[in-house]
């Protein structure tokens, strides 16, 4: 095994650890970690191949929400079924941006996820939620402009789609977290299939990823359990560490555009 494929081992386990944990965010730091950890050639081949791993990671984790009960299918795939769409559309349009200015655009995103998780949403809600067609249009219309967003920047996007899902439905947090893994695992596989048509994929670094992300994913589920009282801290915590991160990614790009 090569450091590359260490790398990417590690890199994978502390994304999985984090979509288990706050099930949004740290998908984040996926792209970044392939780019300056990993070592992998260009931001293109970063978005690709970090969106296969968290599809992937997020669908294992999915399957750990599913046994607690904490996901509500029905909201959860129209939201997801819509996004697709707007996922294919932003990783169109990814593809066709130069790498230094779709990283600096990245930077702004990970500022965005930072501060949206500085002030965690309420976890009230209505658990016996049913899914009608006022709240089918309103989730499908959300649904397709997170995807675009999630496409574009390569990332699950679960920042935007757990309270997405809350603004929609009505869900509790609680049921959010688990059932935005579906739209993160469907708009993942959905950026990295563009991605991969136009050879942007490094399968064996996808896959070192993934083996990481399970064994991650399913601390992080645990985890989530043990420390639920303490959410919010952790959310904070995350978010500015994000930022210190993003402060990074954009002195990179800048660095390189000038």
Same mark, same amino acid.
């Given at each position: 095994? !090569?450091?590359?494929?260490?790398?990417?081992?590690?890199?994978?386990?502390?994304?999985?650890?984090?979509?288990?944990?706050?099930?949004?965010?740290?998908?984040?730091?996926?792209? =970044?970690?392939?780019?300056?950890?990993?070592?992998?050639?260009?931001?293109?081949?970063? #978005?690709? *191949?970090?969106?296969?791993?968290?599809?992937?990671?997020?669908?294992?984790?999915?399957?750990?929400?599913?046994?607690?009960? *904490?996901?509500? &299918?029905?909201?959860?795939?129209? %939201?997801?079924?819509?996004?697709?769409?707007?996922?294919?559309?932003?990783?169109? #349009?990814?593809?066709? #941006? !130069? =790498?230094?200015?779709? +990283?600096?655009?990245?930077?702004?995103?990970?500022?965005?996820?930072?501060?949206? +998780? &500085?002030?965690?949403?309420?976890? !009230?809600?209505?658990?016996?939620?049913?899914?009608? =067609?006022?709240?089918?249009?309103?989730?499908?219309?959300?649904?397709?402009?997170? /995807?675009?967003?999630?496409? %574009?920047?390569?990332?699950?996007?679960? @920042?935007?789609?757990? =309270?997405?899902? +809350?603004? /929609?439905?009505?869900?509790?947090?609680?049921?959010?977290?688990?059932?935005?893994?579906?739209?993160?695992?469907? %708009?993942?596989? *959905? *950026?990295? @299939?563009?991605?991969?048509?136009?050879?942007?994929?490094? &399968? !064996?670094?996808?896959? &070192? +990823?993934?083996? /990481?992300?399970?064994?991650?994913?399913?601390?992080?589920?645990?985890?989530?359990?043990?420390?639920?009282?303490?959410?919010?801290?952790?959310?904070?915590?995350?978010?500015? %560490?994000?930022?210190?991160?993003?402060?990074?990614?954009?002195?990179?790009?800048?660095?390189?555009?000038?």
């Amino acid at each position: 095994m !090569d450091w590359q494929a260490i790398a990417a081992l590690i890199s994978g386990s502390g994304v999985g650890f984090l979509l288990g944990l706050l099930g949004g965010g740290g998908s984040v730091l996926a792209v =970044p970690l392939l780019l300056y950890f990993v070592g992998v050639p260009s931001t293109h081949f970063a #978005i690709g *191949t970090s969106a296969l791993g968290v599809s992937v990671n997020a669908a294992v984790n999915l399957l750990g929400h599913a046994r607690r009960g *904490t996901v509500k &299918w029905p909201c959860a795939i129209t %939201f997801a079924l819509a996004g697709i769409a707007g996922a294919a559309l932003g990783s169109t #349009i990814g593809k066709l #941006i !130069d =790498p230094e200015p779709l +990283m600096l655009m990245f930077a702004l995103a990970m500022a965005a996820v930072a501060l949206s +998780m &500085w002030r965690p949403a309420s976890g !009230d809600g209505l658990a016996d939620v049913q899914l009608n =067609p006022r709240i089918a249009v309103r989730l499908a219309g959300i649904g397709l402009v997170v /995807g675009l967003a999630s496409g %574009f920047f390569g990332i699950g996007g679960g @920042f935007l789609i757990v =309270p997405g899902l +809350m603004l /929609g439905s009505r869900m509790p947090m609680l049921n959010a977290v688990g059932s935005s893994l579906l739209a993160v695992a469907l %708009f993942g596989a *959905t *950026t990295a @299939f563009n991605y991969a048509l136009s050879g942007y994929v490094l &399968w !064996d670094v996808a896959g &070192w +990823m993934v083996a /990481g992300g399970i064994g991650g994913g399913a601390l992080g589920v645990w985890a989530s359990r043990k420390l639920a009282a303490r959410r919010a801290l952790l959310q904070r915590v995350f978010a500015v %560490f994000v930022l210190v991160v993003a402060t990074y990614v954009a002195y990179r790009a800048l660095s390189t555009v000038g």
